[in-house]
């Protein structure tokens, strides 16, 4: 194949987001209790979560820094630091409940922002590791 | 609101996913001429990628540490350091032909994994900054 070939294409959609923390535990506690989302694999070093057709996948800082020898491959080193972000689509008109609901829990609303040209908004806060989590309604980006 | 009370739920996706990155230009010509993203919005310190109904935004690193002030409300601080990780689905059967248009760019398929209970298989590799990458076929996570 030549190197001016183009790509095979096909990429259908970001299938994992990782996020790396500094206790699992308090990370789980926030996402689950305080987010809503179902815990699928879990260990000590990390937990899935399903959303949608996509997977969170939050990892604790240093755990995944040597590979994972499995009997059907590898999965090789990473590792990240923050505070980064990463955003949720929620449904549309939702985002009053949501804001009264993350300020209930202790957890200030940041930021919001109303996309020009859509209907699209956005709620920014933080989780336990200073992460930047955006709640955006639909129509941000022209996806429904 | 009680404290205790249950999050609002509807969470559709991850709808962003952030690289941070040390040359955009770089990341650019990888993720573009490479992997064979298109470009959406862009400038001198991010550009976007949709995927699906999903977006991959690739920032410089650094270029986010201060708020982003707009009329329509201000975008929070946020930054990140790697070797990251993230995934994007591919179509079945597409990996060897992924695999040979990585290679022919001189980008080394560092691993390939087949998950245990499904078809599902990864390709890992680097992009520029040392980032994990993976492209995985349909399967993974008990997600079509």
């Known amino acids: 194949m030549s190197a001016n070939a183009a790509a095979p294409g096909g ?3 970001v299938l994992e987001t990782c996020l790396y923390v500094d206790d699992i535990a308090r990370a789980r506690d926030f996402y689950e209790r305080i987010v809503g989302l179902e815990p699928g694999f879990k260990d000590d070093r990390m937990v899935s979560y ?5 997977m969170l996948l939050v990892f604790l800082r240093g755990a995944t820094t040597a590979p994972v020898e499995m009997r059907s491959g590898t999965i090789p080193p990473h590792d990240g630091a ?3 972000h990463f955003a949720l689509s929620i449904e549309a008109g939702t985002q009053d409940e949501w804001s009264s609901h993350l300020e209930a829990h202790g ?3 940041e930021s919001t922002v109303r996309w020009p040209g859509s209907d699209a908004l956005s709620l920014y ?7 930047l989590v955006e709640l955006a309604t639909p129509g941000l980006w022209g996806i429904e």
């Open 11 to 13: 990429l259908r959609r």
């Open 50 to 54: 399903r959303v949608g057709d996509t």
């Open 82 to 84: 923050g505070p980064a």
């Open 107 to 109: 957890v200030a609303v």
């Open 125 to 131: 806060f933080r989780d336990r590791d200073g992460h």
